[in-house]
C-alpha cells in the first residue's frame, strides 16, 4: 500500500482535473433520462446504451409512467440494443413501479429525503446494485455518495490505494473520507476515473502519457 503522504486521493483529483479538464458527466439531459442509463449501462458499452436511450426518447419512453404501463416484451424490443435487454427490461420496470408509487412517476420527487434511507429503498429494487443505485443518487438526485466501478477500482488498485479484496463499501469509503463531502467533487472525480480508465487504466494498461505515469504503480494489477 502507498504510505508517503505525498501520494493521496485528493492530489489525485486535482491531478487528473489539470490533465483532462471538465468531464462535464452524466451525458444525459434529464434526471430520468440519467436513472434509465444507469440501469441500461449495466454489462454494456455506452455507445449501445446511447441507442437504446434514443429509441426510448423516440418512443415518448423517457417518462417513467410510460416506462410502467407499457408491456415488459414491447420494452425489451425497444432496448435491444443494450444486450441482456429481457432482463433489463424487468429492471426499468421494477424501477418505474418505485418511482410511480412513491413520487407519481417523477425521478426528482422519488429522489427527495435523506441518502441513506433512499439508498436502502433503491436497493431493494430488483437489478438495482450499489453501483446503480449511487449513480442514481449522484448524478439524478444529487446525493453526496461515490460511485465506486470498475475503472475506480482498477485505478486504485493499480495505485496501491486498496488490496485486491478490498470490497464496494470499502472503496466507497476512501473517498467519502478523504475528500470534501460534495457532489460536484464526487461527480467530477467518478467520471475522470472512468476516463483514465477508457484512456490508460484498461484491462491492459497503457502508462504512457498517463497523468499518473510517474506515481507508483502495477500495471500488471487487476
Given amino acids: 500500500m502507498v504510505t508517503s503522504r505525498r501520494y493521496t486521493l485528493g492530489l489525485m483529483f486535482e491531478t ?106 433503491l436497493l431493494t429494487i430488483r437489478g438495482i446494485g450499489p453501483e446503480t443505485a449511487d449513480a442514481i443518487l449522484l448524478y439524478a438526485g444529487r446525493h453526496p455518495t461515490f460511485v465506486v466501478d470498475a475503472y475506480t477500482r482498477r485505478v486504485l488498485r493499480r495505485h496501491a490505494f486498496i488490496g485486491a479484496d478490498a470490497d464496494y463499501k470499502a472503496i466507497q469509503a476512501r473517498f467519502e473520507t478523504a475528500l470534501p463531502r460534495s457532489v460536484e467533487v464526487f461527480n467530477e472525480f467518478h467520471a475522470l476515473l472512468v476516463e483514465i480508465g477508457k484512456r490508460h487504466c484498461r484491462t491492459r494498461a497503457r502508462c504512457e502519457g498517463c497523468p499518473l505515469e510517474s506515481w507508483p504503480h502495477d500495471s500488471t494489477a487487476a
Fill in 16 to 121: 487528473l482535473q489539470r490533465a483532462c479538464g471538465p468531464q462535464r458527466w452524466w451525458p444525459a439531459d434529464t434526471p430520468t433520462e440519467v436513472a434509465v442509463g444507469a440501469v441500461l449501462t449495466q454489462n454494456t458499452s455506452w455507445k449501445s446504451v446511447e441507442t437504446a436511450v434514443a429509441a426510448m426518447k423516440a418512443a415518448g419512453l423517457l417518462d417513467f409512467r410510460r416506462v410502467d404501463a407499457i408491456s415488459e416484451s414491447d420494452l425489451a424490443d425497444v432496448i435491444r440494443p443494450t444486450g441482456t435487454y429481457r432482463v433489463k427490461a424487468k429492471r426499468l420496470k421494477a424501477l418505474a413501479r418505485w418511482v410511480c408509487r412513491r413520487a407519481g412517476g417523477s425521478i426528482e420527487r422519488a429522489l427527495e429525503g435523506e441518502l441513506s434511507e433512499l439508498r436502502r429503498q
